[in-house]
């Protein structure tokens, strides 16, 4: 575990937006979850600020100033891992039905994680492919793509908190929404250190074909290839997804210094080069008031706003 005084958002988050925090508390082992609670205490006491847990910071939009934040992040975990329970009670190899049961640890990121299944022939989470946010950030965020969330796979999950340690959760027990997630739990840090989800078995060349497939398709219809958030509004329902919304009120490729709503899809904020948080900030509150004046609806941001 190490201590990293004034990290930089922009240097964490997928947009490249942001200033600096107070400080940051990277775990690495499993050993350092001992000490953390007392580190914590410690920073966010002597420091005056408050704990945030920080994955990949692929739907993060964060003001350019300094912040009152004092970083948790997961690094490490290890490889993903077949679990399943034999009549014993004993942790098998699941070799001869197609329903496998894989624990990854929370701060693996989801490329990798995808990939792992690819060699291994085990499929069902390929329509995340392209997502670059961790598994533990993809709890959080209950994260979607292409019609498959979190919530349709996980079976449970570790969590960790500074007053009650490591506990697993059946995902029965836990409340999913649109892009969020109640453990149940009320502490103010909660750290993911593993999932436990359910896919099935099949040919690895198949697998892999259909994660071709599926990128290709996101490279077609959405800035894969830039700095983004991701999707920056929530869709308002299904007859209204704020991409169209966006478009419709000509705001697909509009842009504000060096941030701009993506030609390819209208709900992506993408930073050009030398974007500010300043303008993206902009950016919003427009989309918030054109679609309001034309269609008397109040956009709510997908993305998490640290101001």
């Not at 001992?34 to 410690?42: I, N, P, S, V, W």
């Amino acid at each position: 575990m190490k201590v990293i005084k004034g990290p930089l958002l922009a240097d964490r988050t997928t947009l490249r937006l942001g200033g600096k925090a107070m400080a940051e508390i990277v775990v690495r082992e499993t050993s350092d979850l001992a000490d953390l609670a007392g580190l914590l205490a410690e920073q966010t006491a002597r420091l005056g600020g408050r704990s945030m847990v920080l994955g990949e910071g692929s739907n993060i939009l964060a003001a350019d100033r300094d912040l009152d934040l004092v970083l948790v992040r997961l690094e490490g975990g290890g490889d993903p891992e077949i679990m399943e329970q034999g009549d014993d009670g004993n942790r098998i190899s699941e070799v001869d039905r197609e329903a496998v049961r894989i624990r990854v640890p929370g701060a693996l990121r989801l490329p990798r994680l995808l990939g792992w299944c690819a060699a291994r022939g085990l499929r069902g989470l390929e329509p995340w492919t392209g997502i670059p946010g961790s598994v533990g950030g993809a709890v959080a965020m209950n994260a979607g793509s292409y019609g498959l969330e979190m919530a349709q796979v996980l079976e449970r999950v570790l969590i960790w908190t500074p007053d009650r340690g490591g506990r697993w959760l059946d995902a029965a027990a836990l409340q999913f929404g649109y892009r969020r997630f109640d453990s149940g739990l009320d502490d103010a840090v909660q750290l993911v250190l593993a999932a436990e989800l359910r896919v099935e078995r099949d040919e690895p060349t198949e697998v892999r074909t259909r994660m071709r497939n599926w990128f290709d398709r996101k490279k077609e219809t959405q800035p894969i290839t830039v700095a983004s958030a991701g999707c920056v509004f929530k869709n308002p329902d299904a007859e209204n997804p704020a991409g169209r919304l966006l478009d419709r009120v000509g705001l697909r490729g509009f842009r504000k210094g060096d941030m701009a709503f993506s030609e390819r899809h209208a709900n992506f904020l993408i930073n050009l080069g030398g974007g500010s948080a300043d303008d993206a900030f902009a950016l919003l509150d427009l989309a918030r008031e054109r679609v309001a004046a034309r269609f008397g609806l109040e956009l709510e941001t997908e993305v998490k706003v640290l101001a």
